[in-house]
């Protein structure tokens, strides 16, 4: 048994670990000693410790580090566990309780929106979301509440092209800019709504879970029928009540966002949404 001397060292370790991981590719001993304020000596021997265990890689000739073999496994076996399924898992199902829709956990796949779980209220209506089902993140309330906390960087190297910016209907971003004024609105909002964007007479809303970082690592979401109307024809047929194009249902919203702040806590993490 290691003694307890121990500890900070492989806080240390895991520390070094979290940096590679953050980054898209390998960097220098420099760059994670500067990151975690360590001296350059420290450095070099948790990451030689660390290679020798095999979840760090040595790159000599551009002399930087990477995620070592031993780190993926360790990935591929979270998966396999699906520890996210099964904290979510029974937050959807007090959700669809409450509500009465259709409700999602989904997680970003590149630039789109992969579905783990679906929950179904006693009276389910049929929707394209289901489980292993991808559609473009820029559309989905889901792929947006979680695309609102990433880097303008990120986004940008998610959606590089016009062809990037595929639609299902007529509705939803068409370019980069018009993606960056939504995902500011509904960064501000808390939630990301989604009126038809995917399949007429439905919309979304959802909110994002995040991981020890305050990255969004997974988003929640419901689906109700909903026609959009134009605001001038639901405010003459305002007897119906229609919600006009737009609408953003803060009560429903306050629902799913508080099951995804649950979520939160239930893996760890912390708010990335700076409130």
């Not at 001397?5 to 898209?24: C, F, K, T, W």
């Not at 975690?36 to 551009?62: D, Q």
């Not at 119906?240 to 649950?262: H, I």
Request: include cysteine; charged fraction near 25%; charge should be positive.
């Amino acid at each position: 048994m290691g003694s307890s001397s121990d500890v900070p060292a492989l806080r240390r370790g895991l520390a070094v670990l979290r940096v590679l991981a953050a980054r898209p590719g390998p960097v220098s001993a420099a760059v994670i000693a500067r990151e975690l304020e360590l001296p350059r000596s420290t450095t070099y021997h948790l990451l030689a410790e660390l290679t020798e265990a095999g979840f760090v890689t040595h790159l000599p000739e551009e002399r930087r580090y990477g995620l070592g073999v031993a780190s993926f496994e360790l990935g591929s076996a979270y998966l396999r566990h699906e520890p996210l399924e099964r904290l979510a898992g029974p937050l959807l199902r007090d959700l669809v309780d409450r509500v009465g829709y259709n409700a999602h956990l989904g997680v970003l796949h590149g630039n789109e929106l992969f579905y783990l779980i679906k929950e179904r209220p006693s009276r389910p209506q049929t929707l394209v979301t289901d489980v292993g089902v991808r559609l473009p993140a820029q559309l989905t309330a889901s792929g947006r509440a979680m695309l609102a906390h990433l880097p303008r960087t990120q986004v940008r190297a998610l959606f590089p092209r016009a062809d990037s910016f595929v639609l299902r209907t007529e509705r939803g971003p068409r370019d980069l800019p018009e993606l960056r004024r939504l995902l500011t609105r509904e960064h501000r909002m808390g939630w990301s709504v989604e009126d038809g964007q995917i399949t007429e007479g439905f919309a979304s809303v959802a909110s994002a879970a995040f991981d020890h970082g305050g990255r969004p690592t997974a988003a929640i979401s419901v689906t109700m029928r909903h026609h959009c109307e134009p605001v001038e024809t639901a405010a003459a047929e305002s007897g119906r009540s229609r919600a006009p194009c737009g609408a953003n249902w803060p009560e429903l919203a306050r629902l799913v966002r508080a099951t995804a702040d649950e979520l939160t806590n239930r893996i760890g993490g912390r708010t990335g949404r700076g409130d």
